[in-house]
C-alpha cells in the first residue's frame, strides 16, 4: 500500500492517479476538518475540478499511514525536517516529492529523511509534472532517484502508472538539484516576462541559468547528464514557461509590480540556500543571486536586470 504525506495539490494528484490504477493508496492530511469534508465530498479545494476517487482512503489519522510500505511525502521542502521528526512512522521506503534545498542544512529531501529515520531508505520523485496534468490523467514522465538499484527497480515498478512513466537512476542529488534548481531560475524567467522584457529575454535567462545549475550540481556531486533530464531541463522547459507554475507566477508578479498570491514557491528559499552553497563553493551564479536580491526585496526587476546586463562579457 502507498501512503501520501501531504495532502496540498500535488500529494493529492498523486493519489487520484493511483486509485485510478487500482493502486490502494491512503492520502494523510494534517488539518481533520478539511481531509473529513474531502472524504464526504470527494472533492479537494487543492485540486479543484478533479473528483477523488472512492478508493482514495483519506484520513488525518498517522496510524494509517503507519501500516504502508511506501510513503510519498508531499509537503513544501522547508518543513520536511519538522514534519519527519513529529511523525511517528517509519515505513521501509520513504520518496520525497518535495523540490527545494533545505534552508537551515543546505541540504536536499533525501539527506533530511535519512537523517530523520535511519531506518528507511529514501528515494527521490521529480520532473515536469503540474499536479492538475497527473490528477487529469495526461501523459507525464518524472525521475525516480534512488541510491539502492535493487529498492529502486521495485520502485519505478510500484510508482509508474499507464499515464506516469518513471525512469530510473541512481544520482540523487542530480535529481534533487534538478528540481531544486529550476524553480530559482523558473522565477527569473516570470521576472522578465511580468517586467515585458520579451521572450528572447526569457529564453537567455533559461540557457544561462541552465549553465549555473550546470556549475554548481556536479561541484556538490550530481552527474551533469541527469541535469540534461527530466528532473533539470525537463522541468526548467515546463516551469520556466507557464504561468500555471507558481514559481514563474511569483516571478511574474515581482516583474509587473503586482502583490505575489501566497502559495508554495520553492524556489524563493531555495535561491537564498543555492546562493549559499555556490559562496561556500566558489561558483559563480548571477541570476541566482539576482533571484534571491528581488525575493527578499533587496532588488527591484530592473536594477537585477542591469547588474545581469553590465557584467564582463565571458566565454559560453
Ligand atoms: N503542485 C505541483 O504541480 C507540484 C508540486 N511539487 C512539489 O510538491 C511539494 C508540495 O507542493 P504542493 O502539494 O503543490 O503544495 P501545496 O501548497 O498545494 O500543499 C502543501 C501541503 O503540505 C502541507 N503541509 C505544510 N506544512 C505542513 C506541516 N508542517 N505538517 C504537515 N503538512 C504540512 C499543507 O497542509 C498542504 O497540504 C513542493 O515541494 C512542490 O515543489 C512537485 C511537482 C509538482
Ligand atoms: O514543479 C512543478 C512542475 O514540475 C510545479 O511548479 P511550481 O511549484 O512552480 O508550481
Not at 155 to 163: A, F, H, I, K, Y
Not at 175 to 181: F, I, K, Q, R, T
Request: overall charge neutral; aromatic content about 2%; glycine content about 10%.
Amino acid at each position: 500500500m502507498i501512503g501520501i504525506l501531504g495532502a496540498g495539490a500535488f500529494g493529492t494528484a498523486l493519489a487520484v492517479t493511483y486509485a485510478k490504477a487500482d493502486v490502494a493508496v491512503t492520502l494523510w492530511g494534517r488539518d481533520a476538518a478539511a481531509i473529513a469534508t474531502a472524504r464526504r465530498m470527494r472533492r479537494s479545494d487543492r485540486l479543484p475540478g478533479v473528483p477523488l476517487p472512492d478508493a482514495i482512503d483519506l484520513t488525518a489519522d498517522t496510524g494509517a499511514i503507519a501500516a504502508c510500505d511506501v510513503v510519498i511525502l508531499a509537503i513544501p521542502m522547508q518543513r520536511l525536517s519538522t514534519v519527519l521528526a513529529q511523525m511517528d512512522v517509519r515505513p521501509r521506503i520513504a520518496v520525497a516529492a518535495c523540490k527545494g534545498v533545505d534552508l537551515e542544512t543546505l541540504r536536499g529531501p533525501t539527506a533530511i529523511i535519512a537523517d530523520a529515520w535511519p531506518g528507511t531508505t529514501p528515494a527521490l520523485l521529480s520532473g515536469p509534472s503540474f499536479a492538475a496534468d497527473i490528477a487529469r490523467g495526461l501523459p507525464t514522465a518524472l525521475a525516480l532517484g534512488c541510491a539502492d538499484e535493487t529498492v529502486g527497480v521495485d520502485l519505478q515498478r510500484t510508482l509508474s502508472t499507464p499515464t506516469l512513466r518513471l525512469y530510473r537512476t541512481d544520482d540523487v542529488v542530480g535529481v534533487e538539484l534538478g528540481g531544486a534548481l529550476k524553480n530559482v531560475i523558473a522565477i527569473a524567467c516570470g521576472a522578465a516576462i511580468g517586467a515585458g522584457l520579451g521572450d528572447s529575454a526569457r529564453a537567455a535567462l533559461m540557457t544561462r541559468g541552465m549553465a549555473e545549475m550546470l556549475r554548481l550540481a556536479p561541484a556538490l556531486g550530481a552527474r551533469p547528464q541527469t541535469l540534461m533530464g527530466l528532473s533539470g531541463l525537463g522541468d526548467l522547459a515546463l516551469t520556466s514557461a507557464s504561468p500555471q507554475s507558481r514559481n514563474f507566477a511569483l516571478g511574474q508578479a515581482l516583474g509587473s509590480g503586482a502583490t505575489p498570491e501566497v502559495a508554495t514557491t520553492e524556489g524563493a528559499a531555495t535561491a537564498q540556500a543555492a546562493l549559499r552553497l555556490a559562496k561556500r563553493h566558489g561558483i559563480d551564479m548571477p541570476i541566482t543571486q539576482a533571484v534571491a536580491a528581488l525575493v527578499a526585496g533587496d532588488a527591484s526587476v530592473k536594477d537585477a536586470i542591469q547588474t545581469l546586463l553590465d557584467r564582463g562579457l565571458t566565454a559560453e
